[in-house]
């Protein structure tokens, strides 16, 4: 058990909707990341926060959208869903930016019909 | 662009055998260079981690080793056991302010009893 929690565990939906996944990161861990890990592109980074701030963007779509609130939990949004976007979705805590070790939440699957 | 190259896609090895799964990365600026194991169903779990100064790390049976020159680094996971049948994912990190994880695409890796 890494200590990050997600949930939900499994989500299924349909196009068009909208979804919200949430985050609880380690305790103590400022940093946070989202990870999408699909059959064709592996796993991607999405986004990063830090202690409330956006800190890195990776190939996240304009549909998607994330925050981490002051008691450091995480939200990701993702609106007008595409089949495409069935994937599992994980979040990953840190002690500090500046720490490299990410450790894994569980991870969400969506399935989007 | 991909630009941490991992293979092979699968390995099928003996109980007591070696495992070894290669990754080569492009980008220079990479300075964490970390493996995780992932089981059906879990998050990647934070296996073993080398940083570029040294040219070998051993955690028990796991040992990771790596080519600065080549941009090159290997897992190895000696006296293979059916419990480590899992996908293993190469990753890196760093340039800067960029922690994100850039992974491979990942080695299913079947140890038969």
């Known amino acids: 058990d890494s200590g990050v929690t997600q949930t939900p565990k499994h989500l299924i939906t349909a196009t068009g909707q909208r979804v919200t996944l949430r985050c609880s990161p380690r305790?103590?861990?400022?940093?946070v990341y989202w990870y999408q890990q699909s059959l064709d592109q592996g796993l991607q980074f999405l986004i990063q926060?830090?202690?409330?701030?956006?800190?890195a963007k990776g190939n996240i779509l304009e549909r998607f959208s994330a925050q981490q609130f002051p008691d450091l939990h995480s939200e990701l949004n993702l609106s007008s869903l595409e089949l495409g976007d069935s994937a599992l979705y994980f979040c990953?805590?840190?002690?500090?930016?500046?720490?490299?070790?990410?450790?894994f939440g569980p991870g969400t699957r969506l399935t989007v019909l | 662009q991909q630009q941490v190259k991992q293979s092979p896609q699968s390995l099928i090895v003996q109980k007591g055998g070696i495992s070894i799964i290669n990754c080569a990365y492009e980008?220079?600026?990479?300075?964490?260079f970390p493996w995780y194991q992932q089981f059906p169903g879990k998050g990647p779990a934070l296996l073993i981690a080398?940083?570029?100064?040294?040219s070998e790390k051993k955690e028990g049976r796991f040992t990771i080793s790596f080519n600065k020159s080549a941009k090159q680094f290997s897992l190895h996971i000696m006296d293979s056991q059916p419990g480590d049948s899992a996908t293993y994912f190469c990753?890196?990190?760093?340039?800067?302010?960029?922690?994100?994880?850039?992974f491979g695409k990942g080695t299913l890796l079947t140890v038969n009893p």
């Open positions: 990953a805590s840190s002690v500090l930016q500046t720490t490299d070790t990410q450790y």
């Open positions: 305790s103590g861990d400022l940093s």
């Open positions: 926060y830090y202690n409330g701030e956006e800190r």
């Open positions: 980008n220079t600026a990479f300075d964490y």
């Open positions: 080398i940083r570029p100064d040294v």
């Open positions: 990753a890196a990190s760093g340039g800067g302010s960029n922690y994100k994880l850039t």
